[in-house]
């Protein structure tokens, strides 16, 4: 979503010729994925009782699956947590319910929580870091529990969604709504326009404005624009 922006909200599925179109973008730019007709999948929240258990409910359109959070494979190792509980509805259905306030904490993948419940959001949890927001700012929390990188920057990443009762279908209400994801000892950071890489330890690899843009990448590397093309260099390390 960083590099490519299919540009569209939705895609009736139809709509054979926008599918094309998106698919001969793609492989132009050399990739392997493809756009296809499909079915909306279901997705993990992770809910902390009053003592501080942690369980992970799964929403699908067949209803709510509650199991403890460390049953769940493929977790990376910090999760966000919310707390809430899962409760029956008049007709028969469930929700959840959210504590008032809806304020999250980080927590590991087998349940353990490492902050109290003071951030307005947390996402894009890796096995090092996981992103925390505070008065729209974003940060990090590391394994241990401690802000290694303060919520001051922007988010810059994917977009969100909402319904739009005039056309009766989904639209994109805002685009960059997510901090980049902290991987390989590193992450980048948006403040004021500028682009940055920050380390663990609060020091600069690549200081505000030094590159025009960045994004993480994998096997020790890390993308940077320069020039206004992008290019893989290697991490220290």
Not at 10 to 27: I, V
Not at 112 to 118: A, G, I, K, R
């Amino acid at each position: 979503g960083h590099l490519f922006d299919p540009g569209s909200a939705s895609l009736q599925w139809e709509d054979k010729t926008a599918y094309d179109r998106f698919n001969d973008e793609l492989e132009a730019l050399g990739t392997s994925y493809r756009l296809e007709v499909g079915h909306g999948g279901g997705t993990d929240y992770f809910l902390a009782d009053e003592t501080g258990a942690v369980t992970a409910v799964g929403v699908s359109e067949n209803g709510f699956n509650v199991r403890p959070v460390a049953e769940v494979e493929g977790l990376p190792g910090l999760i966000p947590v919310r707390r809430g509980a899962v409760v029956p509805t008049d007709d028969g259905w469930e929700k959840i319910v959210w504590d008032e306030g809806e304020r999250f904490a980080a927590a590991t993948s087998h349940g353990e929580l490492l902050t109290d419940f003071v951030y307005e959001n947390a996402c894009m949890g890796t096995d090092e870091a996981i992103a925390v927001c505070k008065e729209g700012k974003w940060g990090y929390v590391d394994t241990a529990g401690k802000e290694i990188i303060p919520c001051e920057y922007e988010p810059f990443w994917g977009v969100s969604w909402g319904w739009n009762e005039e056309t009766g279908e989904q639209q994109v209400d805002a685009r960059g709504v997510y901090p980049a994801p902290f991987t390989q000892g590193c992450v980048v950071v948006k403040q004021n326009g500028q682009t940055g890489v920050l380390k663990a330890d609060g020091s600069w690899l690549l200081k505000m404005g030094e590159a025009e843009d960045a994004a993480p990448a994998f096997e020790g590397l890390l993308w940077v624009k320069t020039g206004g093309k992008w290019g893989a260099v290697k991490l220290p390390g």
